[in-house]
């Protein structure tokens, strides 16, 4: 039996079209469903975004505009239908792409692709169907002994085992694009973050369904009891991990766009790979940053699988924090941009849509979402922020100004290249990175303000109207929520505009044919004039190694401020 | 480009730029001294979480408060009563749906051991404004050693989502100063 057969791809005729504007072989197949992801993931991206808003308009003081029992309920598909739900489809997509299209290669057993989309498509709209039916509103965390309705949990396992699909194929496909030597040596950057994603998200759904399959059964009834110390550390194996397969999934697609708009290419190879692999292979155990104020687990235990002694996971995004922008930098230098320290940033394409979400994704997430995570997850300094809306704050900076936004901008590279089609309203498609990264940095650093001022996260009343024994916030605070909710519609703007462009242009947008010139164009053939090592061998990026020193500086000083503030607290052992 | 297979077959054995081995050396260091750092806090830190914990019935932890609340309540405060236990003590607080229980009073300097648990859901402690915050469960009772550093009225709210009324769910804890204690003590006795 050869790899085909157990593969099951045998005799399949692939029909493969030429990309006119990368050369690439685009395989039918893998173009249909890429197409079916992506447009699942900005169905729930519009359905889990109108949640946010609601949800951001309700924790505005003055607005306060659903009721408590809405309110539990909206939040807890706002987390299903974004976090899982968008991300997921969308990271589907960008495993396809990576491994079909990048590689010139046909997707292995698209027939099978086909039934883990449904999988996932069913899944998530039987967990939307049951929170919206009111009972199950548990927050997507769903710890026990708070239980759900049994579709909640049946809905999420139809997802990951849908989504555990997808990664097969993806494997198998790099398979079949090695046996039959669509490419040669070895592959392409993007496609090996992409790997380091998709081996990641083996160990995610593994131990997504060692939690949520037994948390089924309970509320069905079959098991009587979850301890729910023990299902937090297993659930955050999975909450956590997927985290960084989100990681992984955004920095290659950085990667991606700044080959793409302006011809960049790795500095080395060797060491943006290295950065990879520390993401697999540093995943934090069992996610304990996650536990820091859970009672009875040893401090020594903590502090190891926090950090593994050096933060290395943290080190490899520190990494593509200098690669990334190097990469382009130097790129932008062998393009001509070569006066003064900045010339080639001011120079970037900052018109273009893609490059737009890509570079601002660049920046939140390293200046506003990794920096609060490293202090949010070092073992005293979470005593401080544990559970108050700080940390939602730190997360729309990773996950919605960081991975959303990448993929936004992401977008505007799969519209014309893999739909076909010209992007509509070019205007507004250029201002939505903007407006969308503007309201997301927002949030994120308003909800971070608000959770250093002791404001609860999840919470319907930070005025306590009901509560027996009164307390108050203070006025800061409630400022902090006012300015989040306006910057809650700011964002919200951004993420409608996207939604219209995407659609309007999947729908309408002007067919693309041979030797049509894109609204928004591709870099031409920059990596002709690279150097045979990496690009800096004749270069100098002076730009970058300040942008690098300034998020070192902000870094080290936000860590430093928050110690001070632990060392005022009351005292506790 | 990133997007193509690396233009040398070895890449591997391409030289690392110099920037990038400074960064990574850079980054290297850092994460070593913060995880030192993390170390020497217990050394000299004052706010440490405490690891103490036992596995407990809920029902008996209910117990052991409600006779700790009788023992020491020395006045009620919306029908709850307000404990004020002996430095040095142990104090008991319980979470359920919604509310801590009971409200408590303590001396400003003085160190107890608070004893957290719930009966119920999960809950989350979180001490305002002082902004100290720790996950409650049920069925492990989690001790920690408490010095309040400043006196004054302080809330607690429930900031771990448990249920409808998780917004209703409040504390209280009352800090005195030691003197403003002993004048209290003393009018108490003349009359
Ligand atoms: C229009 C854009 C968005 C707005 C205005 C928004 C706003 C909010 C707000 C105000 C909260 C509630 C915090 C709380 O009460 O605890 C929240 C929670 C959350 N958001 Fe968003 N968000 C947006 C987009 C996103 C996106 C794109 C993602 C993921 C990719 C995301 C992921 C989450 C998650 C996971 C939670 C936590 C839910 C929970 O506590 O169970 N949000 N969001
Ligand atoms: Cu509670
Ligand atoms: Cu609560």
Known sequence: ?573 | MAATPPEQRIWWNEPIERVELVWIFIAFLWGLFMFCFMIAWHFIGQQNLSKEAYRIVPSAYEQKVEKFAKQFQVREEQGIPVVKPKPGEDVYLLARLWQWWPVLELEKGQSYRIHLSSIDWMHGFSLQPTNINISVYPGYEHIISLTPTESGQFGIVCNEFCGIGHHTMTGKIYVTDKKQAEAGQRLAEQR
């Open chain 1, 1 to 573: 039996m050869t790899a085909e057969t157990v593969i099951g791809a045998v005799g399949r005729q692939a029909e493969f079209r030429t990309c006119q504007y990368t050369g690439l072989k685009v395989d039918a197949g893998a173009q249909a469903l890429i197409k079916a992801n992506a447009v699942a993931a900005v169905v729930f991206l519009a359905i889990g975004g109108l949640m946010g808003l609601l949800v951001a308009l309700t924790r505005w003081p003055a607005v306060h505009l659903l009721p408590a029992d809405w309110f539990y309920l909206i939040l807890t598909g706002h987390g299903a239908n974004v976090l899982l739900f968008w991300i997921i489809f969308f990271e589907i997509a960008v495993l396809y792409f990576a491994s079909a299209v990048l590689l010139n290669c046909r997707l292995a057993t698209p027939k099978l692709a086909w039934l883990g989309f449904v999988l996932m498509v069913v899944g998530a709209l039987m967990t939307n169907v049951t929170v919206l039916q009111g009972d199950s509103s548990v927050m997507f965390t769903s710890y026990p002994p708070m239980q759900a309705k049994p579709n909640f949990y049946l809905g999420l396992v139809l997802f990951a085992v849908g989504a555990l699909i997808g990664c097969g194929i993806f494997f198998a496909t790099l398979v079949i694009a090695k046996e039959e030597g669509t490419y040669e040596g070895s592959m392409p950057l993007v496609t090996f973050g992409a790997l380091t994603a998709a081996i990641i998200a083996v160990f995610t759904i593994a131990s997504g369904a060692i939690i949520l399959v037994p948390a089924w059964l309970w509320s069905l009834g079959l098991i009587s009891d979850l301890d729910p110390l023990m299902y937090k550390v297993v659930w955050w194996a999975m909450g956590h991990s997927s985290q960084q397969i989100n990681v992984s999934a955004h920095v290659s697609l950085w990667y991606l766009t700044g080959a793409l708009l302006v011809g960049a290419k790795p500095l080395s190879e060797k060491v943006s790979r290295t950065a990879f692999l520390m993401y697999i292979l540093f995943l934090q155990l069992a996610s304990a940053h996650h536990l820091l104020a859970e009672p009875g687990l040893d401090a020594s235990w903590k502090i190891v699988n926090t950090s593994y002694m050096m933060y290395l996971a943290v080190m490899g995004s520190m990494i593509h924090g200098l690669t990334v922008p190097g990469s382009i930098e130097a790129a932008q230098r062998r393009n001509g941009f070569n006066r003064g320290v900045f010339e080639w940033l001011r120079k970037a394409p900052w018109g273009h849509p893609a490059f737009a979400g890509m570079f601002l994704s660049l920046i939140f997430f390293g200046f506003i979402g990794g920096i609060s995570g490293v202090v949010l997850g070092t073992e005293q300094l979470n005593v401080l922020m544990h559970n108050t809306i700080y940390v939602p704050g730190h997360f729309h900076g990773t996950v919605v100004a960081g991975t959303t936004l990448a993929f936004m901008g992401a977008t505007y590279l799969v519209l014309p290249l893999i739909f076909q089609r010209e992007i509509i309203w070019p205007k507004l498609a250029k201002i939505q990175p903007y407006l969308f990264g503007v309201g997301a940095a927002g949030i994120s650093l308003f909800m971070m303000g608000a959770g250093t001022l002791g404001v609860a996260r999840r919470h319907w009343d930070i005025t306590f109207t009901d509560a027996n024994l009164s307390f108050a916030y203070s006025a800061g605070a409630f400022l902090m929520m006012g300015l989040n909710g306006i910057f809650a519609v700011i964002a919200a703007l951004g993420g409608i505009t996207y939604v219209l462009v995407v659609v309007g242009t999947v729908l309408f947008g002007e067919k693309i044919k041979g030797g049509h010139k894109l609204t928004f164009p591709l870099h031409s053939g920059g990596g002709a004039t690279a150097s045979h090592y990496g690009s800096e061998g004749t270069i100098k990026l002076p730009g970058t190694i300040i942008l690098v020193a300034i998020f070192f500086v902000c870094f080290v000083l936000y860590y430093f401020i928050n110690w001070k503030y632990l060392s005022e607290l009351w005292l506790f052992r």
